[in-house]
């Protein structure tokens, strides 16, 4: 396995944690790529002093800018096998969104606009308030709680308000997880596992199931319905316990709870933690990225983890990256995440919520089926002054 050399640690002080703490909390980190894919770690890990790298028909956009560059002014080919949009589409007979381009990509952003803009975000926030505090209940007790059905429930009850559903939030959430597990198997390098399209239609059937309207002719329709449950939450659940380990294992618990402070870390942990590391596109004219010639037909693969400098540049809610760098991780240009509002506000709710437990980590399990890296299982525990504390 190649070895990744370490970034710089920032000072160390009163406001800053200490440098052991951010080692462990990245090492922790680290498995869920190491863990999940480790020859593709490998090969990114080995590659990425170039901005961009060529390798036969594939290339390798690390950079900053470049990254930037090729979703902004590469023309792309938004459906061809291999990519999202290409998955979006099998996922959903058609898909939305991610395989759409001018007029009819605009008409399906604007019925997201509200719901997913700031008076829709407020308008959900009860939702997963309610989750977290009826979830994290048991750290005032001393007991541990998992942050991975935690985030599950979380993001299938967001889901269930937003599309306002007749599935429950749960069975969403197990769906939606299912099925992009299964759209991602069908398109790693390599054959296809017998059986890969009949489970991903399959999981994708439950899901659409579950997703349909609590009432007649219930706005978006049902493409774009099961999209927007596969987006929100595969990211959700490997976004939360991801963010809330780092925290835990950096000791950055005063930081988040400072409510001037979290956002910016909010920004720093969605930053390093990347949740969508690699995003797979296809160049659908000649261009140039960085002075390497890309050609129509060539496989582009974006990694948003290196662009937002995840692996060297480390959270710092004091001093954090520019924001067109953390941004990054949401993609940019007209196809960028239309539910960034929403996972920040997510995760800063999260984090307020936690931060009084000062939990540490006590179990976590890397889930090496899901679509996007991240934590089967992740156990936290309230630090032990925090009982002591609560009964004074
Ligand atoms: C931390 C959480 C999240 C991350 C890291 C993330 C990341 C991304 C990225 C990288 C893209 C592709 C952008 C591009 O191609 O330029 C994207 C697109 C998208 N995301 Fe998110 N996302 C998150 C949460 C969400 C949530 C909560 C929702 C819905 C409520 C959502 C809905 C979508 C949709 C519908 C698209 C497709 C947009 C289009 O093609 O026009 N995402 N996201």
Request: include cysteine; aromatic fraction near 2%.
């Amino acid at each position: 396995m190649t070895t990744v050399p370490d970034a710089p640690v920032p000072p160390t002080g009163p406001a800053h944690p200490a440098a052991s703490a951010v080692r462990a909390a990245r090492r922790r980190d680290r498995r869920v790529y190491t863990r999940s894919h480790p020859v593709l770690f490998a090969l990114l890990a080995a590659t990425r002093r170039r901005p961009v790298a060529r390798i036969g028909g594939t290339v390798l956009v690390h950079g900053t800018e470049p990254c930037r560059q090729a979703l902004t002014r590469v023309p792309l080919d938004r459906a061809a096998p291999g990519t999202t949009g290409g998955a979006a589409r099998e996922l959903s007979a058609g898909g939305l969104l991610f395989d759409q381009e001018g007029a009819g990509h605009r008409a399906a952003r604007r019925t997201l606009a509200d719901d997913l803009g700031a008076a829709g975000v407020e308008r959900l926030r009860p939702v997963w308030r309610d989750v977290l505090a009826r979830r994290l209940a048991p750290l005032g007790a001393g007991r541990d709680v998992d942050l991975v059905p935690l985030a599950r429930e979380l993001a299938g009850a967001t889901v269930h308000a937003l599309l306002r559903t007749t599935g429950d939030p749960e069975g969403i959430a197990k769906a939606a997880a299912e099925a992009a597990a299964a759209a991602v198997r069908g398109h790693l390098p390599g054959p296809r596992p017998p059986g890969t399209a009949r489970a991903a239609a399959a999981a994708t059937a439950r899901l659409e199931a579950l997703l349909a309207p609590d009432r007649p002719g219930g706005e978006p329709e049902p493409a774009l319905r099961a999209i927007l449950a596969v987006a929100a939450v595969n990211t959700t659940v490997a976004a939360l316990p991801r963010a809330a380990a780092w925290c835990a294992d950096a000791r950055l618990w005063e930081q988040a709870a400072d409510d001037r402070l979290r956002p910016a870390l909010v920004a720093e942990l969605v930053r390093v933690t990347a949740p969508s590391p690699l995003l797979p596109r296809v160049a659908a004219a000649d261009a140039d990225l960085d002075g390497c010639p890309v050609r129509s037909g060539d496989r582009l693969i974006l990694v948003a983890r290196h662009a937002a400098r995840a692996h060297d540049r480390l959270p710092d809610a004091l001093c954090p990256a520019p924001h067109a760098v953390a941004q990054l991780v949401f993609g940019a240009g007209p196809h960028s995440c239309p539910g960034a509002r929403l996972a920040r506000a997510q995760l800063d709710d999260t984090l307020a919520a936690l931060a009084p437990h000062r939990p540490t980590v006590r179990r976590a399990r890397v889930d090496r089926g899901a679509a996007l890296p991240g934590w089967r299982s992740l156990t936290v525990r309230a630090c032990d002054g925090d009982r002591s504390r609560e009964e004074r």
